[in-house]
């Protein structure tokens, strides 16, 4: 299964996740820190494969915790990451 994010948004989510474990990666679980890590090494190149259903609900519980932190961590765009990162779940949430 395959999910592709345009070069922009790759890189507002590679930014967004980036800064929030930075700063608060100790407020995560082990998995959503986990999947967290899992897309920032998958979102380089656009397009996230995941192996079963299982990744994509780890990465989608994680996604829905990365956007409790998003308001403190990107200030100056947090409007384009929060519709970025509520489009994303919608979409992943359609392929299980």
Not at 20 to 32: A, I, P, T
Not at 46 to 72: H, R
């Amino acid at each position: 299964m395959k999910y592709n994010l345009s070069l922009i948004e790759s890189e507002m989510l590679e930014d967004a996740i980036k800064k929030v474990l930075n700063k608060y990666g100790k407020g995560f679980k082990s998995d959503d820190e986990y999947y967290l890590l899992f897309l920032y090494n998958r979102v380089k190149n656009g397009m996230i494969n995941f192996k079963s259903k299982e990744e994509i609900k780890g990465v989608l519980n994680a996604l829905t915790n990365l956007m409790k932190y998003t308001d403190v961590v990107c200030t100056d765009n947090l409007i384009e990451i929060d519709n970025l990162l509520s489009r994303i779940c919608i979409e992943l949430y359609d392929l299980i």
